[in-house]
C-alpha cells in the first residue's frame, strides 16, 4: 500500500462546517465526535483536491475521474479526515503560541508509522493539568489561564524535529521551537473546545441598512496546522503522484466553506510515504 502525508498550515482563518447548531454559535466548526478537536471532513479535503484538479487538468480529464472517481466508479485514492496538531492561542508575554497536546502528539506517531516512515518521538511526556512543557522557566499565560513551565528535557527539540516537515513556509518551521508549547489533554481539550474564534456576521437591508439576519461563526484560526493522510487503493498506487504534482507549481489549496471572504486557504507540505502493509 502507498500513501503519504500532507500538512496544512493555515493561511486564513477556516470554517469546516458542522451540520446544525452549537448553541449560542450558529455555525460551529466540525468537530471529531467523542474528543471535540476542530476537524476538516475527509469529504472536504476530497472535494477541495478534486477542485484543484479540475482547474488545473479540466473537470472531464480522464485523470481527475481516475484518480478521484465518477458517480458509477470509485476513485483511486482514499483521503482521511485532516487531523488537527497545533493550535495557535494567545499569551500575555510575547507571541502566540503554538499549543498541542500527549495524545495528539501520540496519533501524529502512530499515522506517520501508517506510511511507512519509521518515527518515534522517544519521551514519554506526563503532564498534570496547569503544567507546560516549553522553552523558559516560571509562568506562562495562554488565554486567561496560567500554567507552570516544567523542565523541557528534550521534549520540544523532538517535537519540533518531527512536525517541522508539514510546515510549508521556511520562516515558519524556523519559529517552531520557540513558540511551541505541550500541555495536559485536559487542558487543551478546553481550549479546542471553547477557545475558537467566534465572528458576528449581518446581512443589511439596502434601503435602510438596518440589519436583516444576524449570525455567529466559529472558525479555525490562521496559522493553526493539521494533516491528512492520502492512500492510494490496491492496484492504483500510481494515482498518488498525481496529488503530487497539483502542488508543484502553486502549495496553495482551499478547503471548508467562505471562499468568497478569504477563508479556507492554507500552504501544503507534502510528505512521501514509502510501502506499508
Not at 67 to 82: E, Y
Not at 151 to 165: F, R
Not at 200 to 214: I, P, Q, W
Request: charged fraction near 25%.
Amino acid at each position: 500500500m502507498k500513501s503519504a502525508m500532507m500538512g496544512l498550515i493555515a493561511e486564513t482563518s477556516l470554517h469546516p462546517g458542522a451540520e446544525g447548531t452549537g448553541g449560542v454559535v450558529d455555525l460551529p466548526v466540525a468537530r471529531e465526535g467523542g474528543k471535540g478537536f476542530p476537524v476538516i471532513p475527509g469529504s472536504s479535503m476530497k472535494g477541495a483536491l478534486r477542485d484543484k484538479a479540475e482547474q488545473a487538468l479540466g473537470e472531464k480529464n480522464p485523470i481527475v475521474e481516475e484518480v478521484f472517481g465518477k458517480p458509477d466508479q470509485a476513485g483511486g485514492l482514499a483521503i482521511t479526515d485532516a487531523r488537527l496538531l497545533l493550535l495557535p492561542m494567545r499569551s500575555l508575554v510575547g507571541h502566540y503560541r503554538w499549543v498541542t497536546c500527549p495524545y495528539l502528539l501520540e496519533r501524529f506517531q502512530r499515522d506517520i508509522n501508517f506510511i511507512g516512515q519509521a518515527m518515534d518521538f522517544d519521551f514519554q511526556i506526563k503532564l498534570k493539568n496547569g503544567e507546560a512543557i516549553t522553552r523558559g522557566e516560571g509562568i506562562l499565560f495562554l488565554e486567561e489561564f496560567s500554567f507552570k513551565i516544567i523542565p523541557d528535557e528534550g521534549v520540544i527539540d523532538n517535537v519540533v524535529n518531527a512536525i517541522k516537515p508539514l510546515i510549508h513556509h521556511t520562516s515558519l518551521g524556523d519559529r517552531l521551537s520557540a513558540q511551541l508549547v505541550v500541555i495536559s489533554d485536559h487542558d487543551f481539550g478546553y481550549f479546542s473546545q471553547y477557545g475558537l474564534p467566534v465572528n458576528a456576521r449581518n446581512v443589511l437591508d439596502k434601503e435602510t441598512k438596518t440589519s436583516k439576519n444576524l449570525w455567529y461563526e466559529e472558525v479555525v484560526p490562521s496559522d493553526a496546522l493539521f494533516y491528512t493522510l492520502v492512500i492510494a487503493r490496491k492496484g492504483q498506487e500510481g494515482d498518488i503522484e498525481h496529488v503530487k504534482q497539483l502542488f508543484d507549481e502553486s502549495p496553495y489549496l482551499q478547503v471548508g466553506g467562505n471562499e468568497t471572504i478569504g477563508q479556507g486557504w492554507c500552504a501544503v507540505s507534502y510528505l512521501e510515504g514509502g510501502e506499508s502493509s
